[in-house]
């Protein structure tokens, strides 16, 4: 075992140890607790009102439909107004009484105000809400957005980053922040209180990521908008006991969500590693159902989250071995 791993276990208190074994029995009790409640018994499915924002493709689009299909008032919102048009029309075909679209970017204040304007006139109001609208971005912050240079012996001996340089990262942080946090944000502030004020059981849903609460290298930027829009959320859901808050974090999802990454495409995962966006979809409307505050996808990405408090450097040899990172 590596030393700096036997140092970690030797220096573990006696709270340390009780809270790592006391994990099982905290999930098994959160797994009991949530089975005892059934939102679709408080809200049928075909009475249900329902905005999904980042509808036009992935996942957003795929709970859309599904939503749709049982029955419920579906608005989407999306910022590409022709592939938002298909999905309204799949929407009534796919069974929903009414079907509506709004074009717009969810970091402009306008164009949240707009939906729920259309929500208010249309639907009357809103049970719920979901977030499922972000930004990739996929460079090492450092070497690769602020593009500082190494040496051959990879050292940053004479590299340093110019103000362009500074800059650019600050720039293309700001594009992570907009979409991953602000834009949430937008959402948030806008529809809690229609939602408080029209439903007689308000949820809202954040498609956050694994990324959001386990570091990982070329990620800095996905990963902290990501947790800071994760953190302003479960915050929320403290402020506001009447809605129900479901967090949804999953690692990679199928499809070409990389291709729009805020600093430059990245690269593809392996399909085969991937989770189906069919499987991610259905888990937050069940998530939605049962009021489940949080769920990992895969599972065990809970346990990587435990560990990273517990030996970090595991989980950070973990996550170079994943991304193939290599510091110099």
């Excluded at 990620?219 to 859901?237: E, M, N, T």
């Excluded at 593809?268 to 409307?285: G, N, P, Q, R």
């Excluded at 996808?297 to 346990?303: A, D, S, T, V």
Aim: contains cysteine.
């Amino acid at each position: 075992m590596d030393d700096s791993i036997k140092t970690q276990f030797a220096n573990l208190s006696a709270t340390d140890w009780f809270g790592f074994f006391a994990f099982p029995l905290i999930v098994a009790y959160v797994a009991w607790s949530t089975t005892a409640f059934y939102r679709p018994n408080v809200i049928p499915v075909n009475s249900e009102r329902v905005l999904v924002v980042g509808a036009s493709s992935g996942v957003g689009r795929t709970i859309a439909l599904k939503y749709a299909k049982r029955g419920a008032q579906v608005v989407v919102m999306g910022r590409r107004k022709q592939l938002l048009d298909k999905v309204r029309q799949e929407c009534q075909a796919a069974g929903s009484p009414k079907a509506l679209a709004v074009v717009g970017d969810f970091t402009d204040v306008d164009a949240v105000l707009n939906a729920r304007k259309l929500a208010e006139k249309e639907l009357g109001g809103l049970d719920t809400l979901v977030v499922a609208a972000g930004a990739m971005a996929g460079k090492p912050l450092v070497t690769g957005v602020a593009n500082t240079p190494r040496e051959a012996d990879g050292s940053f001996a004479s590299g340093k980053p110019t103000k362009a340089n500074i800059q650019k990262a600050k720039d293309v942080a700001t594009a992570a922040m907009n979409a991953n946090y602000l834009g949430p944000l937008n959402t948030a502030v806008t529809f809690i209180p229609l939602l408080e004020a029209s439903s007689t059981c308000p949820a809202i849903l954040l498609i956050a990521s694994a990324a959001s609460v386990i570091p990982a290298p070329t990620r800095s930027l996905y990963c902290s908008s990501k947790g800071a829009s994760l953190l302003l959320f479960q915050s929320l859901a403290i402020e506001h006991p009447k809605i129900r808050f479901s967090h949804v974090l999953p690692a990679t999802i199928e499809g070409d969500f990389r291709k729009g990454a805020v600093d430059g495409p990245v690269a593809e995962e392996s399909s085969k590693k991937a989770l189906k966006v069919d499987s991610v979809a259905e888990t937050c409307i069940d998530a939605v159902d049962r009021s489940v505050n949080t769920t990992f996808m895969p599972w065990h990405y809970r346990w990587a989250h435990i560990l990273y408090w517990v030996a970090p450097s595991w989980i950070e040899a973990g996550a170079r071995r994943k991304y193939n990172w290599k510091s110099s």
